[in-house]
């Protein structure tokens, strides 16, 4: 048996401006929950995509010190919020601890990107401010320019294992910051023996990475010889990049808009003028 979950969608055979992935076969490493934006949107410019989930979220089984940071909001300057995971973990919980999405939307949010503000917006929590990059450093800055952070608590839900580069940043300005894990990544159920005999004989384009945790679980599920194969790696901003650069990966296509948009519109250009 090869990976679990691993689906193929037909083959575009005919190339045309329409489709300039035609013929290309291209993995989709992200969670299954959350691929679908991604692999659709390949798959309708051509790309034969391969659907391999290598992580999945799980919310931590203890979320009591969210529920009390929750049941305080007025204490906080902002929430920040830095994946649709964490808008999803925190907002599954509010009907079963009695609260609302009014109560959230009653404070300053911020989301580190147009995903992240989308997902807030479909919960009833349009975010007051989205940074112009989508990476911590970006809200840091962004937060700043609205006034001084000396004094002002945030509130930041986020996975288990995190970059540090947000709480530090705030706390840097003066922030009071009160970092509560929400959920953590795990290894998606497989075996990742069909994808590594795919990728050593050559027979996959592009493997696309949306997160450090989908080049680390892809590298642990196909082995570190199948990760630095002969295919163009997609990542979507340069945290996910200097990962898989990290780990052998060959990085080839990097997103200029760290979004899965800017993600597939990067791996267009790529592959322009080039024979499938």
């Not at 034969?48 to 969210?66: G, H, K, N, S, W």
């Not at 930041?156 to 540090?164: F, G, I, M, N, V």
């Amino acid at each position: 048996m090869g990976l679990a979950g691993v689906r193929l969608q037909p083959r575009m055979t005919a190339a045309s401006q329409s489709q300039p992935l035609a013929g290309r076969r291209i993995v989709v490493t992200r969670a299954r929950a959350q691929a679908d934006e991604l692999a659709g949107a390949l798959a309708a410019l051509g790309a034969e995509v391969i659907a391999a989930p290598v992580i999945r979220i799980e919310p931590l089984p203890d979320l009591t010190p969210l529920r009390a940071a929750l049941a305080d909001l007025a204490r906080y300057s902002w929430i920040v919020f830095t994946s649709r995971n964490t808008v999803d973990v925190v907002c599954d919980q509010l009907a079963g601890w009695g609260l609302t999405a009014a109560a959230l939307a009653a404070r300053p949010v911020a989301a580190i990107g147009p995903a992240t503000a989308e997902a807030l917006s479909q919960r009833g929590i349009p975010p007051a401010l989205v940074p112009p990059k989508f990476v911590a450093e970006s809200v840091v800055e962004a937060l700043a320019a609205r006034g001084s952070l000396a004094g002002a608590r945030v509130l930041l839900p986020r996975a288990e294992q995190a970059r540090d580069a947000l709480p530090d940043g705030l706390r840097a300005l003066g922030a009071v910051v009160d970092v509560i894990p929400v959920y953590r990544t795990v290894a998606a159920a497989g075996n990742g023996a069909d994808l590594a005999a795919q990728l050593l004989a050559g027979r996959v384009d592009a493997v696309t990475f949306t997160s450090s945790s989908t080049v680390q679980h892809f590298v642990e599920l196909v082995g570190r010889e199948a990760a630095a194969s002969r295919y163009a790696a997609a990542v979507i901003g340069p945290v996910t990049a200097a990962t898989a650069r990290e780990l052998g990966l060959p990085v080839a296509i990097e997103a200029a808009e760290y979004t899965a948009p800017g993600l597939v519109q990067a791996i267009v250009r790529h592959f322009a003028g080039r024979a499938a």
